[in-house]
């Protein structure tokens, strides 16, 4: 199973950029949005059920990220509005066959598979 992130740029603040999380199989049941910037840890950013009904954000991204699923074509999308310096680094996605239940779904553990991350660069 592959998943393949995609869509990360160079973009101003305040600008908007959309990623994309392709699995290369199957639709999975939970799929998250994490980032690292350079010199810090990996943290969660979002999560959405298979459904689409059960969402969560990070409080740190929430009402400007926008994470939407199309599960016939097996993607998940994070629509990134009003981007800060503070938003850059390398974004991926991981993805469960299962339901994750919060605050669990912010713990990469959680998740057995991963795509290869992509860049965002938010200039100031």
């Known amino acids: 199973v592959q998943l393949q992130a995609f869509g990360g740029g160079l973009v101003q603040a305040g600008g908007s950029l959309r990623l994309s999380c392709v699995s290369s199989e199957r639709t999975f049941y939970t799929v998250g949005w994490f980032r690292q910037a350079p010199g810090k840890e990996r943290e969660w950013v979002s999560a959405i059920m298979r459904s689409g009904a059960r969402i969560s954000y990070a409080d740190s991204v929430k009402g400007r990220f926008t994470i939407s699923r199309d599960n016939s074509k097996n993607t998940v999308y994070l629509q990134m509005n009003s981007l800060k310096p503070e938003d850059t680094g390398v974004y991926y996605c991981?993805?469960?066959?299962?339901?994750?239940?919060?605050?669990?779904?912010?713990?990469?553990?959680?998740?057995?598979?991963w795509g290869q991350g992509t860049l965002v660069t938010v200039s100031s």
């Open positions: 991981a993805a469960k066959d299962g339901h994750i239940i919060m605050p669990a779904m912010a713990r990469a553990g959680m998740y057995d598979y």
